[in-house]
């Protein structure tokens, strides 16, 4: 099993920046792709971003790219997502995920461990 924490949303202004990080326990992520998921109010959950296991492989939602990068620390247990240049359009709730599994994946049923969510807030 393997549990994951998030951390560092919160409210920001439009054009800002937030850097969330995700520690994980009870496995290494060594051996687990990782992801970050968000869903806003009234919205089906949604992919943002997935690295793989060596961190050498990303994948971005089209919304992201430029603005958001995805990186891990294995040797930490930690994922982390830095979020740039942040639009109220952003404002969700953002999941880490993580897959026993070696190469990125972008949809929701891929993932099998899942963190508690941590608020984003946009204002404009």
């Known amino acids: 099993q393997v549990q994951l924490v998030e951390s560092g949303g919160g409210l920001v202004q439009a054009g800002g920046s937030l850097r969330l990080s995700c520690a994980a326990s009870?496995?290494?992520?060594?051996?687990?792709?990782m992801g970050w998921f968000r869903q806003a109010p009234g919205k089906e959950r949604e992919f943002v971003a997935a690295?793989?296991?060596?961190?050498?492989?990303?994948s971005y939602h089209d919304s992201v790219k430029g603005r958001f990068t995805i990186s891990r620390i294995n040797a930490k247990n930690t994922v982390y997502l830095q979020m740039n240049s942040l639009k109220p359009e952003d404002t969700a709730v953002y999941y880490c995920?993580?897959?026993?599994?070696?190469?990125?994946?972008?949809?929701?049923?891929?993932?099998?461990?899942w963190g508690q969510g941590t608020q984003v807030t946009v204002s404009s």
């Open positions: 009870g496995r290494t992520l060594s051996a687990y792709a």
């Open positions: 995920v993580a897959r026993p599994a070696i190469g990125v994946a972008t949809h929701v049923y891929e993932y099998d461990y």
């Open positions: 690295i793989s296991w060596s961190g050498i492989g990303t």
